[in-house]
């Protein structure tokens, strides 16, 4: 479904990424692992079409998508949940949520009932505001807010960052069930490896702008990611 083919990316002079290749297929959880600094969000950020890439092309249900718009992307089905989650802190839960519509037809703006299977605690809080949920309950509200647009491509920019263990757990079978549909792809950027070995199906780590080691899961071996991410 999407595929990343030999991108480079700058900002100014300052190179990002050095020609990243990497793949995601529905069904299936792409990790994209490393320190940080290291270009995992600047690859997200190309994804999405937040920052425009130098070489290389962008290909999502087979054609390319490379200078698309961020808004033309989530039409497509692209879904962003960024780092640091980036709700709207004076809106209400259902508010925020309601912002997913954005790139959807009238009749399809509804709320599916997934988001509130799989994060109960934003149910009983629709009327509160963003900012008064706790840092954890902000990133569920974020992964909601992309599942209402009912993406195809799913990205996700190290969702567990600064979360409690109860959280991460309910995130974690949140992806596995989003896996499990068999109808979407995800890329995950994670940093925390046991989170991303439990869930991952295909493994990149990245330095210095560029991909340094892959496998899939048949073959993956926890102790040489942790000695890749940490050389």
């Avoid at 700058?10 to 190179?15: P, R, S």
């Avoid at 130098?54 to 808004?71: E, R, V």
């Avoid at 439990?198 to 102790?223: H, I, Q, T, W």
Wanted: charged fraction near 25%; include cysteine; glycine fraction near 10%.
């Amino acid at each position: 479904m999407l595929k990343v083919d030999s991108i480079s990316l700058h900002y100014g002079a300052a190179q990002a990424l050095r020609g990243v290749t990497v793949s995601a297929e529905p069904g299936k959880v792409t990790c994209v692992l490393g320190r940080n600094g290291v270009g995992k969000t600047s690859l997200l950020r190309a994804m999405v079409g937040q920052q425009a890439i130098s070489s290389g092309s962008i290909t999502f249900d087979g054609q390319d998508i490379s200078k698309l718009k961020p808004f033309e992307r989530a039409r497509r089905g692209i879904g962003f949940v960024p780092q640091g989650r980036e709700i709207f802190p004076l809106l209400t839960v259902e508010e925020n949520l309601k912002t997913g519509y954005a790139p959807l037809k009238r009749a399809d703006r509804t709320i599916p009932d997934d988001v509130y299977s799989l994060f109960p605690v934003l149910k009983s809080m629709l009327g509160r505001r963003g900012g008064d949920l706790s840092g954890g309950q902000q990133q569920q509200l974020a992964i909601g807010r992309a599942l209402v647009m009912r993406p195809k491509l799913l990205l996700l920019d190290e969702p567990t960052e600064g979360i409690q263990p109860s959280i991460i757990k309910d995130i974690g079978r949140a992806i596995s069930y989003l896996r499990s549909l068999g109808t979407i792809a995800i890329v995950l950027v994670e940093q925390y490896l046991d989170f991303a070995c439990e869930l991952g199906d295909n493994f990149a780590v990245m330095d210095r702008g560029a991909v340094k080691y892959s496998c899939d899961r048949a073959n993956l071996d926890p102790a040489e990611i942790s000695r890749q991410m940490a050389l």
